[in-house]
Nanobody, 118 residues
């Protein structure tokens, strides 16, 4: 099982960025994909999850708005799009596979650093 994420992104405030997470080694639609972020110097924050089987997202309340989860089942890739970026969006964004039965996040991507700066 592998989750390979897109690399480092640098954006200006107000711009958008789409972070990808390409899954391999398992049936993509059999597990949720969760998104977690880590702001520099802070702990992990759960942003929400998406069900690749039907594309249904579930956002943590704090992260509703300006974030959009999506999937492309033809390429087994999940995405999080961050819009109207602010400096406080600077963080490492991780995707993780979550089992439907145990709800454990058992495999993680390597993280994608998004830096928002003018």
């Amino acid at each position: 099982v592998q989750l390979v994420q897109s690399g480092v992104e640098l954006r200006n405030p107000g711009a958008s960025v789409k972070v990808s997470c390409k899954a391999s080694g398992y049936t993509f639609t059999s597990y949720y994909i969760d998104w977690v972020r880590q702001v520099p110097g802070q702990g992990l924050e759960w942003m929400g999850r998406i069900d690749p089987e039907d594309g249904e997202p579930n956002y943590a309340q704090k992260f509703q708005g300006r974030r959009t989860f999506s999937v492309d089942t033809s390429t087994s890739t999940a995405y999080v799009e961050l819009s109207s970026l602010r400096s406080e969006d600077t963080a490492v964004y991780y995707c993780a596979r979550r089992a439907r039965t145990t709800l454990a996040m058992d495999y993680w991507g390597e993280g994608a650093l998004v830096t928002v700066s003018s």
